[in-house]
């Protein structure tokens, strides 16, 4: 299993410092950065001994070129959703459960987190198959961003070896516009087809499916199409 941390438009050098370092503390090594800010000494020295993981790290201008190369993409937040009718937030997953989750599957993983202010915007979210959450008090759920970088990454440092391939993401893409395609052609409420979409792209997110299930739902869904075309 590859990892990579994608922080969005973070706000300060400082804490893409202490991110690298949190990430050399359990060995993983891929950082990219969406937007942002100059990184001079300062991004160093918090960085500490992890000076090789911002030399190696990459910079995009967009969260879509960011994370394009991804089987799978776990949004983090702090304010999960309350019901499992609000499927932007919903279901979440703990690190723990996360870990069960990938457990014996082969993939790259982008673990994407927000900006420090107001995290990652609903878009971003939807954007995302799976979404994770760190349990916090009530009270005041909002984490430094290194410290729910890694507690996330202590969970994730020893995922055990698999030999489950995950589906491409582009292949996921696929899928998830076939489906769309199929709503629009019955009589299934423009309403909720947005959300039934979101829906499906969260079950099938975690299901974190192979290529040839992919393959399997989109020739059902061919199947449909033909019979709605005659």
């Known amino acids: 299993m590859k990892f990579r941390i994608v922080l969005v438009e973070p706000k300060y050098e400082g804490n893409i410092g202490s991110v690298a370092r ?88 982008s673990l994407v987190f927000g900006r420090e202010d107001v995290g990652l915007s609903n878009e971003e979210i939807k954007k995302c198959d799976m979404i994770v959450g760190v349990p916090t008090c009530i009270e005041y759920p909002v984490m430094n961003l290194s410290h729910a970088v890694a507690i996330i990454l202590y969970e994730l440092n020893n995922v055990p070896p698999g030999k489950i391939e995950l589906a491409k993401h582009d292949d996921l893409e696929r899928l998830y516009e076939h489906c769309q ?28 499916l192979t290529g040839r299930e992919v393959q399997t739902f989109r020739g059902i869904l061919r199947k449909i199409e033909f019979h709605i075309k005659r």
């Open 22 to 109: 949190v990430m050399k503390n359990f060995g993983f090594k891929e950082l990219v950065l969406v937007k942002p800010p100059p990184l001079g000494d300062f991004c160093r020295a918090m960085a500490s001994h992890a000076g090789d993981v911002l030399d190696n790290c990459k910079t995009f201008d967009s969260f879509v070129d960011a994370v394009k190369n991804s089987n799978i993409m776990v949004g983090t937040t702090a304010i999960t959703g309350k019901s499992d009718d609000e499927h932007t937030r919903m279901p979440f997953f703990t690190p723990k459960e996360l870990k069960e989750k990938l457990c014996g599957k082969v993939g790259e993983i």
């Open 181 to 208: 395609f199929i709503l629009n052609q019955t009589d299934y409420p423009k309403h909720k087809r947005n959300k039934t979409l979101l829906m499906l792209r969260r079950i099938f997110g975690r299901a974190t």
